[in-house]
């Protein structure tokens, strides 16, 4: 028998927010304030914001995105890279320094990041029926600039735990990355349930924990292959599904029963 449902875990990209296109203008901005920190830091000519774009920003989010798609479960150490980008442009900056390019670039993503419609009703119903909430996220950038970007975006206080990547050093699925937003939100993983868009990351993952899982396509349309316990086409229809489950399997039956006389 599953245990009653004590939390639920959500993916962040294409869950419970969506990005625009790269923001081209939002991004020369940022990079004029490097080239500005830079100029001044470091006392000579840097190259324009443009040059840093192509040179850096574009050349990071490259490199990430093949680390990516190899399929490592080590989160890469994004720091590392940006050094290399930068030394490509014979700019060699202190660690702290490059934490501060990283920062100025994340203020020049903000606005391409949109909360998607019906989330911020969704978690206030979960959290109103007394349901602990955590995020879990493939994110290689620091947790302290992806925090900053959850409470910019009025995310952060609807959250009993965050975890990322980039704190943990893994990537979902590995079960480490679970675990520690498990001990976050102070859980088993039969007490809780995962919400995600990808199969092998957001369903599989968590299931083989011991979790439950929901696959959300509302912005990525993977194909289920029958692993998930529900499949919603938004996140507006989360909070009768979790009342479903809480619910049990007879009132899942009825409910089955019910849709398919529709």
Avoid at 221 to 245: F, N, S
């Amino acid at each position: 028998m599953s245990e009653p449902i004590e939390a639920v875990l959500f993916d962040y990209g294409h869950t419970l927010i969506y990005f625009e296109e790269r923001p081209h203008s939002a991004l020369v901005g940022a990079y004029e304030n490097v080239n500005r920190l830079l100029a001044e830091t470091l006392e000579r000519e840097v190259p324009a914001a443009q040059i840093l774009i192509e040179r850096v920003s574009q050349v990071v989010d490259d490199e990430i995105q093949r680390d990516y798609a190899a399929g490592r479960p080590e989160e890469v150490e994004i720091a590392a890279i940006y050094d290399v980008a930068l030394r490509g442009l014979g700019l060699e900056l202190e660690p702290d320094l490059i934490e501060r390019v990283m920062e100025l670039e994340q203020e020049g993503w903000l606005n391409s990041v949109h909360v998607g419609p019906h989330v911020v009703e969704t978690l206030q119903t979960l959290r109103g029926r007394s349901l602990r909430l955590g995020l879990v996220s493939n994110a290689a950038y620091r947790p302290r600039l992806m925090t900053q970007q959850l409470r910019a975006l009025g995310l952060l206080p609807y959250f009993d735990g965050v975890t990322f990547s980039s704190e943990v050093g893994v990537r979902k699925p590995h079960p480490e990355i679970f675990n520690d937003a498990l001990r976050k939100v102070g859980v088993g993983a039969r007490q809780a349930l995962f919400v995600g868009d990808r199969v092998r990351e957001d369903v599989l993952g968590p299931q083989r924990l011991g979790m439950r899982a929901i696959l959300t396509r509302e912005w990525r349309q993977e194909d289920d292959p029958g692993a998930a316990d529900a499949v919603i086409e938004g996140l507006g229809e989360l909070p009768a599904v979790v009342e479903r489950l809480i619910a049990g399997p007879q009132a899942a039956d009825t409910y089955n029963e019910v849709t398919s006389r529709e």
